[in-house]
């Protein structure tokens, strides 16, 4: 049986915790006495901003990625919600699925698309998780269209009782 929204939003919620934590960790520990020592960031240059931001975008990226590979789609989020993914997994569909579609292409569209940043955090991200909820939860697939691309499909390995 193919996962609802609620599970798949929770598994990402948990995963994306997990991320973050190491990717702000290794900024404590490693990223911010280099760039301290390179970059002279009391000139009120927005460029020391910027190089924090990609930091940390740019290392949930390659984090997520390595992680969904090395666990081959099954996360701690995943395995505590009882969600697994099927189909064809292996490092080239897990970077279209994670690289491309879940992380590049969501910061295209509220990046590239308007010239707003605050207008597309609070009206295109919420859009966008809108279509993936509207997809997973109305259609009988119920996958998103990264799932259609990648031949991949999340689905529940719980025991489902009929009442």
Known sequence: MTAGPFK????????????IAIVFTTWRIFGSGILE????Y????????YII??????GVVIINYIYQGLSKGRTLGRRFLY???SGQINWWSLFVREVIWKFYFWLFIATFINYNYLFGLFFIFPILFLVDF???AFTRSRKTI?????HTRIILDDVVYPF
């Not at 919620?13 to 991320?19: E, G, K, P, Q, Y």
């Not at 990264?146 to 990648?150: L, N, P």
């Open 8 to 19: 798949r939003l929770a598994s990402f919620a948990v995963d994306f915790t997990l991320m």
């Open 37 to 40: 020592r390179i970059y002279d």
């Open 42 to 49: 009391e000139t009120g240059d927005a460029f020391y901003l």
């Open 53 to 58: 931001i990609a930091y940390h975008y740019i």
């Open 83 to 85: 969600l697994s993914m």
């Open 134 to 136: 509207v997809l997973i």
């Open 146 to 150: 990264r799932d259609h691309v990648t």
